[in-house]
């Protein structure tokens, strides 16, 4: 066999293995492009999240709380050079009694609905801005019963492995027959290191201050840490995170530790 058969013979003998590796490498950044549009809250992709928070030693009586929040985001077009970004949140209440001869109480929560308007090429920081509203769908346990509206915004950048930013809204109530007024903020910082295999480590704790409470009952800060992969169901990628946050700081009545379980169902296009 001459020089050039025997180079022919070895092209063709490499071929397959060339491109497993290349398809390969093709699947494995296409995971890592789905694990960081995962934890972009403004991304121009539909997803439904399925977020299951448990609340340990919850109320006055210590039991605990089960919070299941179904949120959707749904993305639009607004021009040449804009997305509009909706995420709605859904939370279904399991809440133990409050008082000693109460019974748990299970339905669904106040519906809340966040619109961010964001241009679609961004600079090295990736933003949005917009508004939330709270509706008072909640079981009359489970509610606030008030409508409410405010700001909200929302800014995150990727440096290398790292994606650091955070979410920010306070909701005012504008109407509405309960009996307390609503003025609450929500602040959620992030920080997640993305590892080889579409895995990464996320700190994302869901911080809150109740500015209508008196004084030291105002604020839930929790600290924590949490552990997300990308994996498919079929065709269908899926963003899978555990998560275990302690509340250094909380009202009186505040649960002391949550556990996060979170699957979020992801429709690129």
Same mark, same amino acid.
């Given at each position: ?48 999240? %399925?977020? !299951? #928070?448990?609340?340990?030693?919850? &109320? ?5 709380? /089960?919070?299941?929040?179904? *949120? $959707? ?93 955070? %979410?920010? !809204? #306070?909701?005012?109530?504008?109407? &509405? ?5 609503? /003025?609450?903020?929500?602040? *959620? $910082? ?80």
């Amino acid at each position: 066999m001459n020089d050039r058969s025997r180079s022919q013979w070895i092209s063709l003998l490499l071929s397959p293995i060339l491109m497993a590796a290349t398809l390969a490498h093709g699947q494995e950044q296409d995971a890592e492009a789905l694990a960081k549009a995962a934890q972009n809250p403004i991304a121009s992709m539909i997803s439904l999240p %399925l977020q !299951n #928070n448990t609340n340990t030693n919850f &109320g006055p009586q210590e039991k605990t709380q /089960n919070v299941l929040n179904i *949120q $959707p985001v749904w993305p639009f077009s607004a021009g040449d050079n804009w997305n509009f970004i909706t995420r709605t949140i859904v939370p279904v209440i399991s809440q133990p009694a409050l008082t000693p001869n109460g019974s748990r109480t299970q339905g669904l929560g106040d519906i809340t609905f966040s619109g961010f308007l964001s241009p679609k090429v961004a600079g090295q920081w990736i933003w949005g801005v917009g508004g939330i509203a709270l509706l008072p769908t909640g079981d009359k346990a489970l509610t606030a019963d008030k409508w409410g509206l405010g700001p909200a915004a929302v800014a995150l950048t990727f440096k290398g492995p790292w994606v650091y930013g955070g %979410l920010i !809204n #306070n909701v005012w109530s504008v109407s &509405g027959s309960g009996p307390n007024d609503v /003025n609450l903020m929500t602040l *959620q $910082p992030f920080l997640n290191y993305n590892l080889p295999g579409a895995r990464y480590f996320t700190f994302s704790p869901l911080m809150t201050a109740n500015w209508e409470a008196d004084s030291g009952e105002q604020w839930t800060v929790p600290v924590g840490l949490g552990y997300g992969k990308i994996f498919k169901l079929g065709k269908l990628p899926v963003n899978g995170q555990i998560s275990l946050y302690h509340n250094v700081v909380k009202p009186t009545f505040g649960p002391d530790w949550q556990l996060r379980v979170q699957l979020q169902f992801m429709f690129p296009k």
